[in-house]
C-alpha cells in the first residue's frame, strides 16, 4: 500500500506538470479584442471558464486515478 | 549586497529557531496551569497534551520576520507578516470555539487581503517547461483561494504526534531551496523562519506530544506557506512539496463529500489495537484518508505511521526542487 501511496504522488505530479502545460497551450494564446471596454472583461472570462473546466476536469481524473489504485481498500 | 543576504539569512533563521525552542516550554507549564489540555487518544491512558501552542509558533514567525524587514523594508515579507497574523487569529478563534465547517475557509480567504493590498503578487502563473501565463484578473481570484486551501491541508494533515511540524519542517525548506533555484533570493530568505519554527516546534510536537500546534499553529503555517509561494512565484512548486496533505485532504473530501470539520465525523478512520497501535477501520462510512490508506497493510505504531508520512514528504520535496529546475526549461 505504501508503495501505491508514492505512485499516486507521483502520477498527481505528473498530471500538474501536464495540466500546467495544457493550461499554457490554451489560455496564454486567448486574445479578445474588437468589444472596446469589455475585451479585456470577456478576455479573462473566457480564460477563467476553460481554467475552472480543466480543474474539474484533473480533479474528475485524479478521483478516477485514486479509484483504481485504492479500489482494494476503498471497497473494503 | 550578497554577504548581507547571507547575514540576514543566519540570523532571522537563528531568532525563529531560538525564539520557538525557548518559548514553548514556556507556554506549555502555562497552559497546563490554565488547564488548557486536550487528550491524546492514540496514548496509552490518554495523557492530557497542552493545546494550541500557535503563540510560541507565531512568536518565532513574527520576530524573525520584522528582523528581516527592518534589514530590507520589503513590502513582501510586510505582505507575510500580515497574512501569517491574521491567519493566526482565525485559527486561535478556532481553538477557543468550535467554528462551522465553512467559517475557516472564508476568514482565511479574507486573510489574502493584505497581498492584495499592497501588490505583494505577480500576474503570472509559472508552469515548469511550458512557460508562464498572464493571469491579472484570475490571479486574485487563485490568492484568494491559495490561502484557505495551503491552511486548511496543513491543518488536515495535523492528526498524529509530531506530523504537521515534520510535514512542514521539510515542505517549507524545499520551498526554500526551490526559491533560491529560481533566484528569487529575498524570498528564499523570508521562508527560512518558517522551516525553522517548524523544527524547533518539532521538538516538543514529536512523539510523544507535550503540545499541539492547534488550528492556530497550523493555520499560522499553512498561511505562511500560502503567502510565500504567492510572493515568491513559486504556487505550482510549492503545491507540489504538498502533495501528501493535499492528497490526504483530496481523499477525506472525495468520500465524505463536503465540508466538514475531522471532530464532526462520526465514525473515525482509525482505530487501536489491544496493544494500541494503530489500525484503518472497517466502518464503510468513515472517511478515507492517507492514514488510513498506510494503515491499510496492517497495524503500526503511531511513530511508525508519522515516519511514512516524512518519507512521502521528502519524496514529495525532491519532486518539488525537481520542478524548481524545470521551470527554469523551456521546451
Sequence with gaps: MKGQIFVYVFIMWLMIIAGGGLLVLTIAPISIQGFGKYSEFLDSGIKAIIAIFLVVLWIFIMSKIKNWIFHKQIRN | ?331
Design chain 2, 1 to 331: 549586497m550578497m554577504f548581507d543576504k547571507t547575514i540576514a539569512a543566519i540570523v532571522v533563521s537563528a531568532i525563529a529557531f531560538v525564539t520557538v525552542y525557548a518559548i514553548t516550554p514556556i507556554l506549555i507549564k502555562n497552559l497546563e496551569k490554565r488547564k488548557l489540555v486536550v487528550k491524546d487518544y492514540n496514548r496509552i491512558g490518554g495523557a492530557m497534551v497542552a493545546r494550541p501552542g500557535g503563540p510560541s509558533i507565531l512568536a518565532g514567525i513574527l520576530v524573525s520576520e520584522f528582523v528581516l524587514y527592518a534589514f530590507f523594508s520589503s513590502v513582501d515579507v510586510l505582505a507575510i507578516i500580515l497574512t501569517t497574523f491574521l491567519a493566526f487569529l482565525v485559527g486561535l478563534a478556532d481553538d477557543r470555539k468550535v467554528l462551522g465547517g465553512w467559517f475557516k475557509p472564508l476568514a482565511l480567504a479574507a486573510t489574502a487581503i493584505p497581498i492584495i493590498l499592497l501588490g505583494a503578487h505577480g500576474t503570472h502563473l509559472d508552469f515548469p517547461l511550458f512557460g508562464s501565463v498572464h493571469i491579472p484578473e484570475l490571479y486574485l481570484a487563485l490568492i484568494v483561494l491559495m490561502i484557505p486551501i495551503t491552511g486548511n491541508t496543513v491543518n488536515s494533515i495535523d492528526v498524529l504526534n509530531g506530523v504537521a511540524s515534520g510535514f512542514m519542517t521539510i515542505a517549507s525548506f524545499a520551498l526554500t531551496i526551490s526559491l533560491f533555484i529560481v533566484h528569487h533570493y529575498d524570498i528564499a530568505i523570508a521562508s527560512l523562519p518558517l522551516g525553522f519554527v517548524s523544527l524547533a516546534f518539532y521538538k516538543y510536537h514529536k512523539f510523544p506530544s507535550r503540545i499541539f500546534p492547534g488550528d492556530s499553529g497550523a493555520l499560522t503555517l499553512g498561511a505562511m506557506y500560502g503567502t510565500i509561494a504567492i510572493v515568491g512565484h513559486v504556487e505550482i512548486i510549492a503545491a507540489v512539496a504538498l502533495l501528501p496533505a493535499v492528497i490526504n485532504s483530496f481523499l477525506f473530501l472525495s468520500s465524505v463529500k463536503r465540508i466538514v470539520e475531522h471532530r464532526q465525523l462520526k465514525s473515525n478512520p482509525v482505530e487501536h489495537t489491544e496493544d494500541f497501535k494503530l489500525k484503518a477501520t472497517e466502518h464503510k462510512d468513515a472517511p478515507v484518508t492517507l492514514v488510513r490508506l498506510i494503515l491499510a497493510n496492517g497495524p503500526m505504531t503511531e511513530k511508525e505511521v508519522g515516519f511514512t508520512i516524512f518519507k512521502l514528504a521528502i519524496f514529495s520535496a525532491a519532486l518539488a526542487i525537481i520542478t524548481a529546475f524545470m521551470t527554469g526549461i523551456k521546451i
